[in-house]
């Protein structure tokens, strides 16, 4: 078995020492202190994808080992690397406290690749406010929030990608629609109306493809996903796996293994297949008796993907606010004030009666 090998998450500044940290939508580091920049190197070779079948079997022993320090969140089972001097000790999810001397050691598979943030943090607080200001009723603390500059959390999230061959042969049936008139009795006498029917033929025959990309999260918690509005990145943007981009962010550990991602991607695999049989059976409709679906050739990459979060818990409540790193899309619960909405309707029952009054 190969050494286990330890990444290097920080780097120094050539002129002032200070950390230098990935400057988003760039492939750079850069120091805040001096502007020092300094460029990452590019692999010249693309980013690798694993063989499934054998990976399963040696898992947990094997080159693509690292190790990684993990602060675990009590409350919402979320594990996350901070950096020695990151500036929060919070969970970036639920906002519970983090005690820095609880870090601990873990292995996980070394990510092959990742899509980098193309949003800075104040691009992103800037999105975050603006939404802020266009809600209704919202509480002043949410307002508050959205100017606090330490409550947005940049953080790269794990999922696993799954590439396959796809093979199905399949038996059903094909519905073709057709019409006939029919005659029924009302109140106005018999009338004629069209119905329509379906015309069922057997159907059987073969699909195969190759089923590219199918990205399932690797996270998994006590909280609610990522809305889908946000956890849609451009893959082909995704470049080799290179510590340097992780510096001033967090990054979240995964906590689905890669044998249960596996079996997600065949779920999902599956539904592609299903797709692939009601196109080639054709027809208005379509009944799928049986597939027989296979996968050969799997592949898997371990990925992380940028994403800024912000919580904010207002009368007992957690809101949770995503923004994602690379298009800056924004979804988010929100809470309402009570009084806010208490004094409006007050105020217009004040002015209906104001109005009543005058008209007699």
Same mark, same amino acid.
């Given at each position: 078995m190969d050494d286990i090998q330890q990444s290097e998450y920080k780097k120094a500044c050539a002129n002032c020492g200070a950390e230098l940290k990935f400057k988003p939508g760039s492939h750079q580091l850069t120091c805040e202190y001096c502007g020092y920049e300094e460029f990452i190197e590019q692999s010249k070779s693309s980013f690798e994808e694993l063989e499934l079948e054998h990976y399963l079997k040696i898992v947990g022993e094997n080159a693509y080992t690292d190790t990684i320090e993990l602060l675990h969140c009590k409350n919402c089972g979320a594990n996350q690397h901070v950096e020695e001097n990151y500036k929060s000790l919070n969970c970036v999810y639920c906002s519970e406290p983090l005690i820095r001397e609880d870090v601990e050691k873990e292995g996980w598979i070394l990510p092959g690749a990742l899509v980098p943030f193309e949003l800075d943090a104040k691009k992103a607080q800037s999105i975050f406010k603006s939404w802020v200001g266009k809600i209704w009723f919202a509480p002043d603390n949410l307002k508050k929030a959205a100017l606090d500059p330490e409550g947005l959390h940049g953080l790269y999230i794990p999922y696993w990608t799954f590439d396959a061959n796809l093979f199905?042969?399949?038996?059903?049936?094909?519905?073709? %629609?057709? @019409? #006939?008139?029919?005659? +029924? /009795?009302?109140?106005?006498?018999?009338? *004629?109306?069209?119905?329509?029917?379906? =015309?069922?033929?057997?159907?059987?025959g073969k699909v195969d493809g190759f089923v590219d990309d199918i990205l399932i999260s690797a996270s998994e918690k006590k909280r609610k996903e990522i809305p889908s509005k946000v956890a849609f990145w451009n893959l082909k943007y995704l470049v080799v796996f290179n510590s340097k981009y992780l510096s001033g962010f967090v990054t979240e550990k995964y906590t689905v293994s890669l044998k249960e991602g596996h079996h997600k991607s065949f779920q999902e695999a599956k539904n592609i297949a299903y797709n692939w049989i009601r196109r080639d059976i054709g027809g208005d409709t379509q009944r799928v008796a049986n597939a027989d679906i296979k996968l050969s050739n799997e592949?898997?990459?371990?990925?992380?993907?940028?994403?800024?979060?912000?919580? %904010?818990? @207002? #009368?007992?409540?957690? +809101? /949770?606010?995503?923004?994602?790193?690379? *298009?800056?899309?924004?979804?988010?619960? =929100?809470?309402?004030?009570f009084w806010k909405i208490f004094f409006l309707v007050l105020f217009i029952l004040v002015i209906i009666t104001i109005i009543a009054i005058f008209a007699k």
């Open positions: 199905a042969s399949y038996q059903g049936q094909r519905g073709d %629609y057709y @019409y #006939e008139n029919q005659t +029924y /009795n009302s109140d106005k006498g018999k009338r *004629t109306r069209r119905v329509r029917k379906t =015309r069922w033929t057997y159907a059987s592949k898997f990459k371990h990925i992380l993907l940028p994403v800024y979060i912000s919580s %904010y818990r @207002y #009368e007992g409540k957690e +809101y /949770n606010f995503y923004i994602n790193g690379q *298009t800056g899309v924004l979804s988010g619960n =929100r809470p309402y004030s």
